[in-house]
Antibody, heavy 119, light 107 residues
Framework: QAQLVQSGGEVKKPGASVKVSCRASGYAFTSFLISWVRQAPGQGLEWMGWISSYKGTTNNAQKFQGRVTMTTDTSTSTAYMELRSLRSDDTAVYYC????????????WGKGTTVTVSS | DIQMTQSPSSLSASVGDRVTITCRASQSISSYLNWYQQKPGKAPKNLIYAASTLQSGVPSRFSGSGSGTDFTLTITSLQPEDFATYYCQQSYSILYTFGQGTKLEIK
């Protein structure tokens, strides 16, 4: 069955960068988008952006413009999300999710990667 | 960006109750509306997509309706495992957005 496996938790200092990976299996990787969603402690879901696994096209929420880079490696069916210039309010669980290019719903989710930003 | 507003923000109900959660978009999104359930410490789970299509494996007590700007998620005959937080999400725009969530608690 379709599955997304994310990399382990990270602790970073303010100003640093973090790169989270998301390895897909059990489906045709290039047939779907990979969306990134984060959730700060006790808060709701926040959509960050998506990448087309086929074309590499990306779209990001304006809030993250210039600070986030999303990439994919089709040879390993892995998506990556790099967030730079980390601040304490970037502390959150970061999820990757598979999304259909037409309906846009996120039907397969990774278990999440906790990123803690602390001095 | 398209803003999504859910109501209520929290809701208390009993096992067996019928509950309705509303999601309103700041502009028309046709039927590009999806619903998710999230339990503490877990990833969200897609319940409904395209406003009213039940995701495979989701119990039929969940249903969705609406189009344009106003949408509802209805749960008939609440079960203990349904107490969770629910989110709507629009995929009409290439820039997706979520509602703020509705926490469904046991009365």
């Amino acid at each position: 069955q379709a599955q997304l496996v994310q990399s382990g938790g990270e602790v970073k200092k303010p100003g640093a960068s973090v790169k989270v990976s998301c390895r897909a299996s059990g489906y045709a990787f290039t047939s779907f988008l990979i969306s990134w969603v984060r959730q700060a402690p006790g808060q709701g879901l926040e959509w960050m952006g998506w990448i087309s696994s086929y074309k590499g096209t990306t779209n990001n929420a304006q809030k993250f413009q210039g600070r986030v880079t999303m990439t994919t490696d089709t040879s390993t069916s892995t998506a990556y999300m790099e967030l730079r210039s980390l601040r304490s309010d970037d502390t959150a669980v970061y999820y990757c999710a598979r999304a259909g290019a037409v309906a846009g719903h996120m039907d397969v989710w990774g278990k999440g990667t906790t990123v803690t930003v602390s001095s | 960006d398209i803003q999504m507003t859910q109501s209520p923000s929290s809701l208390s109900a009993s096992v067996g109750d019928r509950v309705t959660i509303t999601c309103r978009a700041s502009q028309s999104i046709s039927s590009y509306l999806n619903w998710y359930q999230q339990k503490p410490g877990k990833a969200p789970k897609n319940l409904i997509y395209a406003a009213s299509t039940l995701q495979s494996g989701v119990p039929s007590r969940f249903s969705g309706s609406g189009s344009g700007t106003d949408f509802t998620l209805t749960i008939t005959s609440l079960q203990p495992e349904d107490f969770a937080t629910y989110y709507c999400q629009q995929s009409y725009s290439i820039l997706y957005t979520f509602g703020q969530g509705t926490k469904l608690e046991i009365k």
